[in-house]
């Protein structure tokens, strides 16, 4: 907790994402932000810090953001969210950024334990399952206090796509996206409703297919558009609505990426599944009930997520 008994968010990475990050943090008044980058973007996080600072008045909120360079700013954050790391270029998979990104979050995680070994920490940097496995292990923090950020954006591209095809509000759309953050995740038709209609009954099967599709490529579309770098705007949300839940014990559930202990039949790896978050981190796994189909992808996805986190070597 800061010293002022405002919450403290530690945002770990001062780009694209990590700026919205503070943006967003600030303006739903979650807490006073600190957003650290190493040295050579000193300019960019003080400079993103002074920039938030002088909008607060337009908005009237009362937290404040710090650049910083220091790892002993970010002690005492009730909780994290972790950004660093290089984001990918057209034609290349997330797969591609294991082995910068592992470098990074060894070092991130490093200080993690050193400076805020009792944040709840939420990894959105990818490869994602694999980069929130090597997270929890090498910054030893208890499983219920570390998640991965991806099925709540999957989800919400999910929705919006449905949503854009039926020309109905997306309020009224829910929907689940299950498993790794990968071209293999799974959508759950079976399971979608818009206002409590099922998804089948409402979408032709050859449309619906094509939103499966789009939502499984969702983050390379962006990396398409981008060309220098990936998704900003829905990432930051998404960790966001997890840390919000955390800070304000809200118990949502939403789909995160877990430690499963035997849950969906996976055992010791983290894969995006429904969790209840509150002020106790992650405090529930749900089980979804799957038919054979259903559990045949799940099975594809984690398979995915199982040989990238396999090749790790910590
Ligand atoms: C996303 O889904 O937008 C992120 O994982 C970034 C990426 O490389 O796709």
Known sequence: ???NGKKKIGLIGGGQIGGNLA???VQKSLGDVVLYDIPAAEGLVKGKALDINQLAAVDGYDCRVKGTTDWKDVAGSDVIIITAGMPRKP???RE???EINLKIMTDVAGNIKQHAPNAF???VANPLDAMVFALHKIAGLPKHMVAGMAGVLDTSRFKCFVAEALGCSIRDVEALVLGGHGDDMVPLVRHSTVGGVPLTELIAKDKLDAIIKRTREGGA???GLYKTGSAYFGPAASAIAMAESF???RKRVLPAAALLEGQYGINGYFFGVPVQIGAGGVEKIHTVELNDGEKAELEKSFQSVKK???????
Request: aromatic fraction near 0%.
């Open 247 to 249: 800070l304000q014990d």
């Open 121 to 123: 920490v939420i990894n």
């Open 96 to 98: 591609d950024l294991l």
């Open 221 to 223: 579309e962006l990396v």
């Open 23 to 25: 943006l967003l943090a």
């Open 308 to 314: 990238t986190v396999d090749s790790v070597k910590l």
């Open 91 to 93: 034609g290349m998979s």
């Open 1 to 3: 907790m800061a010293q």
